[in-house]
């Protein structure tokens, strides 16, 4: 029989575990070869979860740097620097970028903590035959996210770890398309 005091004890310690946590977690993975692609559109996808209780969260989505147009703009320009991928609109591929905001309950049986995450990130999808029933599906082919728990609300990284994946794709992308002096 535990006492009121242990439950207590271990939700407090539970508690002050989880606002010490704070985690970020790449996850990178290319199942396809980018050699040969030559244009991309770019999309910006933007989304929260859990916000209608948090309006100090809500309102970090609206900073500037964070809108969806501001991203498009800055990943657009820095393909075009440091590439040869044209960004062309109607092109077959699309590198997408995706922020998703998300705040959740985590509950133990002695206490209630909020979850504070993103994930941050950017898949390049390109229409992909399925052979056994011969049917075209967008799929992503290269991708690159950062998850971010944490106890607190942080948003404050998401750009940067939107420029590492992009970095990570162009280095990939350079890598099988080298650049002819």
């Given at each position: 029989m535990t006492s009121g005091a242990d439950k207590t004890a271990r939700?407090?310690?539970?508690?002050?575990?989880?606002?010490?946590?704070?985690q970020a977690v790449?996850?990178?993975?290319?199942?396809?070869?980018?050699?040969?692609l030559k244009t991309a559109r770019v999309e910006v996808v933007i989304n929260g979860t859990g916000l209608e209780r948090h309006p100090e969260l809500a309102r970090a989505l609206e900073n500037p740097d964070i809108l969806p147009e501001v991203i498009k703009t800055r990943l657009e320009l820095e393909?075009?620097?440091?590439?040869?991928?044209?960004?062309?609109?109607?092109?077959?591929?699309?590198?997408?970028?995706?922020v998703v905001v998300a705040v959740t309950r985590v509950?133990?049986?002695?206490?209630r903590v909020l979850a504070y995450s993103y994930t941050a990130g950017i898949n390049l999808e390109e229409p992909v035959?399925?052979?056994?029933?011969?049917?075209?599906?967008?799929?992503?082919?290269w991708q690159s996210y950062?998850?971010?728990?944490?106890?607190?609300?942080?948003?404050?990284?998401?750009?940067?770890?939107?420029?590492?994946?992009?970095?990570?794709?162009?280095?990939?992308?350079?890598?099988?398309?080298?650049?002819?002096?």
């Open positions: 939700g407090i310690a539970f508690a002050l575990f989880f606002t010490a946590l704070v790449e996850v990178r993975a290319q199942s396809a070869p980018l050699a040969g393909i075009r620097r440091s590439s040869g991928l044209q960004i062309v609109p109607a092109a077959q591929s699309t590198l997408r970028a995706v509950e133990n049986p002695t206490s035959l399925v052979p056994r029933n011969k049917i075209v599906v967008r799929a992503p082919i950062v998850i971010y728990a944490s106890s607190q609300p942080n948003l404050s990284e998401i750009v940067p770890d939107l420029d590492r994946a992009l970095a990570q794709f162009l280095n990939d992308y350079l890598a099988a398309n080298p650049r002819v002096p």
